[in-house]
Structures are given as structure tokens and as C-alpha cells.
């Protein structure tokens, strides 16, 4: 039995990065912790249930969700994370990319949210959490399969919020700017010698883009701000979490013409 204000969570991808420090501040929380994980784990945290769990796998998916309800009885929070990223110039990127792509940053979410839905709506309560990124918000060149995913949980989890709201489920969406993770060295890209032929500042450009991840902020600011959300009785529809500059991005494509907003972003990519 929990003690009150303690939470089941379930947290996919919590190998590295967002989902290990997600874990790691909601486990010192004392919550109850899943999270699921693809890859052999290193340094596994103390007092967090891993379960491992390919999320493309319908059948793996629905086992891990069965397991933790039946463990626990239910789940309060449920935080989607998986996620990877293909570079490349759209043009160049192969429907094989396309598909693996929203597969994993897509598809997963659903996989996951068809299993978990139902036992939040039995449970009349609920809080879903889904890893969006700035780039589900704005269409950043060379990353346009990335950002096509993203606007897809975006839309997904605009009309789930509606649906599940006179249950009590809440539905946030979480949007971070750059961060220092394996995300950069763990992304695909389109080789540098084709890309460059046909889009001579495609290197350049993804050069600009890694540095500005490897030197934004730490994965452990993220966690810190989940653990005080997953608390909120009345979570806020989307959370930005970035620098002052990339919030102040978001606001422009709002206030500013297409045309005007689009000639800034590629301007800032080098285009």
C-alpha cells in the first residue's frame, strides 16, 4: 500500500539521458518506479524496476504494462520517453528512415497508451506525460523526420487530452530545447559526403546543431522539473523546457509571419 501522495509510475527508455534522470529523481522521491530499456544496463539505479522492453514490439509492449498492473495494482503516472532521431536532408533520407522514425517516437506512444488508457480510466484518475522536443513545435531543417514525429505526439496528445478529460486523466506534453545527452552521438545522419554534394551547408549546419546540444543543459534539470509536475493536481497542457533564446522562439512563430519567422530559423541554420 502506498503511503499518500506517492505515485506509481512507468517511464519508457530510462537507459540514459531524460529516462534515466526522470527515474532517478522520481525513485529519491520514494514513488514506485518502472521503466523499460532496450539495451544492457551498466550502472542500473537503485530501487527502480527495470523491465526490458522493446517499443516497436506490440507483444513486448502490452507484457510490460500487464506486469507493473498486475504488480501494483494500478498506474498514476505514466511518463513516454523512447525516442531517437535520423539527420539527413529530407530528400535524401530513405522511406526506411521515415518509418523506423515515427515508429519509435510515434508509434511507441500508442503502443504503450492502448494498454495504459484503459487502466486510468478504470481508475477514474491519471497523469500521462509525453517527451515531445521545441522541434515538435517548430520544423528544423535537417531534422525534419525528427520533427514530423513530434508534431505527431503533439496532435495525438492535443485530442487524447479532450477525450480522457472527464475521467480525470490529465495529459501533459513536455517540449525540451537542447540538452547534453547521448541523444546527439546516438542520432543516425544521412552520410556527410552525399548530403554535402547536393546541400553544400548540410555540414556546417548539423555542426552548429550538435554543439548547440552538446553544450545545452543537463538531462538532470529535466528530471527535477518532472518530479515536481508528476505532484500538480492540475498539470498545465505542455511544459517548455529550454533556454530563454529557444522559448523565445517558440513565442515568434506564434506572433511573427510565416515568411519572417521562416527567413529567421534559416538564418540561424545557415541557410
Request: net charge positive; with cysteine; glycine share 8%.
Given at each position: ?71 501494483c495494482g494500478r498506474i498514476d503516472v505514466f511518463i513516454n520517453n523512447a525516442g531517437m ?127 548547440d546540444e552538446m553544450t545545452g543543459l543537463k538531462p538532470e534539470y529535466l528530471g527535477k ?9 492540475r498539470p498545465a497542457y505542455n511544459y517548455i523546457i529550454s533556454s530563454p533564446l529557444q ?25
Amino acid at each position: 500500500m502506498l503511503k499518500k501522495g506517492l505515485m506509481v509510475i512507468l517511464i519508457t527508455g530510462i537507459s540514459s539521458g531524460f529516462g534515466r534522470a526522470m527515474a532517478k529523481c522520481l525513485s529519491e522521491d520514494r514513488h514506485t518506479v518502472y521503466g523499460t530499456h532496450r539495451r544492457e544496463l551498466e550502472h542500473p539505479l537503485p530501487n527502480v524496476s527495470y523491465l526490458r522492453c522493446e517499443a516497436t514490439d506490440n507483444e513486448q509492449v502490452e507484457q510490460v504494462v500487464k506486469r507493473v498492473i498486475e504488480e501494483c495494482g494500478r498506474i498514476d503516472v505514466f511518463i513516454n520517453n523512447a525516442g531517437m532521431g535520423i539527420a539527413g536532408p529530407l530528400e535524401l533520407c530513405t522511406l526506411e528512415d521515415a518509418q523506423r522514425q515515427m515508429d519509435v517516437n510515434w508509434m511507441a506512444m500508442v503502443r504503450f497508451l492502448h494498454h495504459v488508457v484503459p487502466q486510468m480510466r478504470a481508475q477514474r484518475s491519471g497523469k500521462i506525460l509525453c517527451i515531445s522536443s521545441i522541434g515538435g513545435l517548430i520544423g528544423l531543417p535537417f531534422q525534419g523526420l525528427y520533427s514530423a514525429s513530434k508534431f505527431a505526439v503533439e496532435g495525438y496528445c492535443e485530442a487524447l487530452r479532450l477525450e480522457l478529460k472527464e475521467f480525470g486523466i490529465k495529459v501533459s506534453v513536455i517540449e525540451p530545447g537542447d540538452f547534453a545527452t547521448a541523444f546527439t552521438t546516438n542520432r543516425k545522419s544521412i552520410p556527410v559526403e552525399l548530403a554535402e554534394e547536393a546541400y553544400p551547408r548540410y555540414t556546417a549546419s548539423l555542426k552548429g546543431i550538435e554543439k548547440d546540444e552538446m553544450t545545452g543543459l543537463k538531462p538532470e534539470y529535466l528530471g527535477k522539473k518532472v518530479a515536481k509536475l508528476v505532484k500538480k493536481k492540475r498539470p498545465a497542457y505542455n511544459y517548455i523546457i529550454s533556454s530563454p533564446l529557444q522559448k523565445l522562439a517558440v513565442i515568434l512563430k506564434t506572433l511573427l509571419p510565416r515568411r519572417l519567422f521562416a527567413w529567421i530559423l534559416g538564418k540561424f541554420y545557415g541557410l
